[in-house]
């Protein structure tokens, strides 16, 4: 076995028999070692043209709101938290959510992802009354809250099963789950930088649930803590696997899957290796691209593959866009844990997501959380004069 017949027989993926060329673990760990760069990012865009061959890329308006920074789990590569008791707690009111919701609104939003940390002192009724009173006052946003390890700390708070807070939640107006907390599904990994943030199969379980109550759900990724290319894909694996599950029982499952590096400026994680292992911490940029190859071939039934700006900056997320990914996220508005481990650009207008998907040759299309496709009002300059999409010869 060698790359080279890896790729070749990647090219004869097709939507009528998507696992018929399934990649392997073994075969895709080969892949991330050994493939060079542009091949893999040519097999991977040739697989994104064959899943969505209109040539849209998609982008969604919406904003991030972090309700709380209190949190017990004490990630050593978070510096947003504050632990109970900090001189630097905050909860946020009703109304300030509300609030924050009304600007996005004022600019067509369509999504607000509303997360926080395990917050001791918040009881179970305060999620329900919030969730009330954001579905009253903003009926047409969607409510993407709360991820799988805030939803184990409410279950421990009240006393619940997750499968009984996620019903409870749904009821009250909650729209889906966001898919952060995954960081790594390989429990080696997840020992070592969150070890108070419970087992992969914790995370799995919870959004299985949500995938039962059919709740809109996302995976997302984070690379860098010096885990090796296997265990990359051994993450995916737990994506892939658990999203067979759900569409054998008739679900959605995943609707994306997003990747980024750990930023390492300011945190624990960082300054605890500081100096050491350096060249395995962290992910460049080829790195970064490497993974999104990688993922948008392995994860052949997940429809979707987000590139991420707001960590990579708008030039490299244009490029993952040639390597896969079919979709550029979110304007944000907002974001608060990712900018506290470093990250420096966290805003970007649409004007701004629309020039950098059409300079990649692509038609930008407004979507909401769902994927569903909303009107698009063409901001980027000049896009009738860009070039289509070119066509990709096989690997």
Same mark, same amino acid.
């Given at each position: 076995m060698d790359w080279q017949h890896i790729l070749l027989r990647q090219a004869g993926w097709t939507k009528d028999d998507p696992? &018929?060329?399934? *990649?392997?673990?073994?075969?895709?760990?080969?892949l991330y070692d050994e493939a060079p760069l542009h091949q893999l990012m040519q097999a991977a865009h040739q697989r994104r043209m064959a899943m969505h061959p209109e040539g849209y890329v998609t982008y969604l308006i919406?904003?991030?709101?972090? =309700?709380?920074?209190?949190?017990?789990?004490?990630?050593?590569?978070? /510096?947003?938290?504050?632990?109970?008791?900090? %001189?630097e707690t905050y909860t946020q009111t009703y109304e300030e959510i509300s609030q924050r919701v009304r600007e996005l609104e004022a600019i067509n939003g369509s999504?607000?992802?509303?997360? +926080? +940390?395990?917050?001791p002192d918040l009881p179970f009724q305060w999620y329900i009354d919030l !969730?009330?009173? *954001?579905?009253?006052?903003?009926?047409?946003?969607?409510?993407?809250?709360?991820?799988?390890?805030?939803?184990?700390?409410?279950?421990?708070?009240? @006393?619940?099963s997750t499968l009984e807070v996620l019903s409870s939640l749904k009821e009250a107006g909650m729209h889906g789950l966001p898919g952060g907390g995954a960081e790594m599904l390989v429990e080696d990994v997840r020992n070592d930088v969150s070890p108070k943030k419970g087992s992969p199969q914790n995370w799995l379980r919870v959004m299985e649930e949500a995938q039962?109550?059919? *709740?809109?759900?996302? &995976?997302?990724?984070?690379? @860098?803590?010096?885990?090796?290319?296997?265990?990359?894909?051994?993450?995916? %694996?737990?994506i892939r696997e658990l999203q067979e599950r759900t569409h054998l029982n008739g679900g959605t499952g995943f609707t994306s899957f997003i990747a980024w590096p750990v930023q390492?400026?300011?945190?624990?994680?960082?300054?605890?290796?500081?100096?050491?292992?350096k060249h395995t911490l962290g992910a460049g940029s080829s790195e970064y691209l490497?993974?999104?190859?990688?993922?948008?071939? =392995?994860? %052949?039934?997940?429809?979707? !593959?987000?590139? /991420?700006?707001?960590?990579?900056?708008?030039?490299?997320?244009?490029?993952? *866009?040639?390597?896969?990914? %079919?979709?550029?996220?979110?304007?944000m508005m907002e974001e608060n844990v990712v900018s506290a481990s470093g990250t420096t650009k966290l805003d970007a207008s649409e004007y701004e997501l629309q020039t950098s998907i059409c300079r990649a040759g692509f038609t930008p299309l407004r979507r909401d959380s769902d994927y569903a496709r909303l009107t698009t009002v063409q901001l980027a300059e000049d896009v009738s004069q860009l070039p289509a999409p070119m066509p990709v010869v096989g690997p």
């Open positions: 696992t &018929a060329v399934r *990649l392997s673990i073994d075969e895709a760990s080969l919406d904003r991030n709101i972090n =309700y709380t920074n209190v949190c017990t789990i004490n990630c050593q590569f978070c /510096s947003f938290y504050r632990p109970p008791g900090h %001189d999504r607000i992802l509303m997360q +926080g +940390g395990v917050n !969730i009330h009173h *954001l579905r009253e006052q903003h009926p047409t946003i969607d409510l993407d809250c709360f991820s799988p390890i805030e939803i184990e700390g409410l279950a421990e708070v009240c @006393g619940m039962s109550l059919d *709740l809109t759900t996302s &995976a997302t990724n984070v690379i @860098g803590f010096g885990e090796t290319n296997r265990q990359r894909v051994q993450h995916m %694996d737990a390492l400026e300011v945190n624990s994680f960082g300054r605890r290796n500081r100096g050491q292992n490497r993974h999104v190859a990688i993922s948008r071939l =392995y994860l %052949d039934n997940v429809e979707h !593959i987000q590139s /991420s700006w707001p960590t990579m900056g708008l030039k490299v997320a244009q490029m993952a *866009l040639l390597a896969g990914a %079919d979709d550029a996220g979110s304007t």
